[in-house]
């Protein structure tokens, strides 16, 4: 199903009945808590942190501004225009996020001091993972918390799930160059609500959505 602003997507073909806008929720999980999609201007959850939709980027993708990146509650320092050069784009059809090589270097570093102060082990890297841990015997852990910030204010305090993907205990996996666009994967949008509205021209996230 297409849900991009080119002329053959769904979104536009339909806007005339829901008004170019809609939102969708992943779960964190395949069983549990269902997620959902939702057409119209009332998709869009009360507490949505909303930023603008950079249509100037291109004609089909929904282009964001990514601004910045905090780990255990502190920003990482990597300059704003590390994001903007190529621009960052809401994907739901691409799997895991990807950054520059700047602002992907600068988070792996802050998260593996984080998981370092906690004593977790270093793994071997798994495909493009590079930031691997061994949880052989570990039944709980507290993970640095991670958020991405946008322009306008809007925050995603990335969930548990999309900031570490269990291949076995063993192996616990933390995912271009710096002229490489952003791209805001869907393991990294689980449980928040993401909200696009075409007329307003935003994309929104509404925490703990599903």
Do not use: H, W
Not at 47 to 56: E, H, Q, S
Not at 146 to 166: E, T
């Amino acid at each position: 199903m297409g849900l991009g602003r080119g002329k053959t997507s769904l979104t536009v073909q339909a806007q005339y009945r829901y008004g170019g806008a809609f939102a969708y929720c992943l779960p964190a999980s395949p069983s549990g808590t269902t997620g959902y999609l939702d057409f119209g201007p009332g998709a869009s959850p009360a507490n949505a942190r909303v930023t603008p939709m950079l249509t100037d980027n291109g004609p089909t993708f929904y282009y964001v501004g990514l601004t910045g990146i905090r780990v255990g509650g502190q920003q990482v320092s990597v300059p704003e225009s590390v994001f903007s050069k190529a621009g960052t784009l809401v994907d739901s059809g691409t799997v895991i996020t990807r950054l520059p090589a700047t602002a992907y270097a600068a988070l792996s570093s802050a998260f593996t001091a984080g998981m370092a102060a906690q004593g977790f082990k270093k793994a071997p890297a798994y495909s493009i993972l590079d930031t691997c841990y061994d949880f052989t015997g570990v039944s709980e852990a507290t993970l640095p918390a991670v958020s991405l910030l946008f322009k306008g204010g809007a925050c995603l305090d990335v969930d548990a799930s999309g900031i570490l993907y269990a291949i076995t205990e063993a192996q616990v996996a933390s995912n271009g160059d710096d002229g490489s666009v952003s791209i805001l994967g869907n393991t990294q949008q689980k449980t928040y609500g993401v909200v696009y509205d075409l007329g307003k021209k935003t994309v929104g996230f509404a925490p703990d959505a599903c």
